[in-house]
């Protein structure tokens, strides 16, 4: 049997449709801390809800209101203020809550950038 031409064309787009509602990529609740709850929660405050740090819990990181803004001192961001190496005093405000990977940030104390690595 053969489908007209229009129809060969559609068939695989109908059955990724039928394949990407049928799939749920979400973990079981509970593995590695996966919570749907969460996940919804996160979602709602524009967040990103992944496996994250070198246990890989799954955890939210929100946006910040001020990300990317200029800063001279922690005091200027919601969160740290982010610069390229240890030697800049001018930054960006960090994008989000999450905390993990190496970077510098402004010390609001002594005005310092001070390297960390957060696993």
């Known amino acids: 049997m053969r489908f007209p031409p229009i129809l060969a ?5 109908m059955l990724f449709g ?10 079981p ?6 919570s749907r709850a969460k996940a919804e929660e996160c979602a ?3 967040g990103t809800y992944a496996r994250r740090g070198i246990l890989g819990q799954y955890g939210c990181a929100v946006p910040f209101a ?20 240890g030697e800049a005093t001018t930054g960006t405000c960090q994008a989000t809550t999450d905390p993990f990977g190496c ?3 402004l010390d ?3 005005g310092q950038p001070l390297g960390i690595c957060v696993d």
Do not use: M
Not at 9 to 13: D, K, V
Not at 18 to 27: L, S, Y
């Open 66 to 85: 001020n990300a990317g803004k200029v800063c001279t001192a922690a005091s200027d961001c919601i969160g740290q203020c982010r610069v390229e190496n």
């Open 9 to 13: 064309a559609l068939a695989p787009l």
């Open 103 to 105: 970077y510098y940030y």
């Open 44 to 46: 709602a405050r524009d």
């Open 108 to 110: 609001e104390e002594s």
């Open 29 to 34: 609740e509970g593995e590695n801390g996966y």
């Open 18 to 27: 039928c394949v990407a509602t049928q799939v749920d990529d979400a973990p």
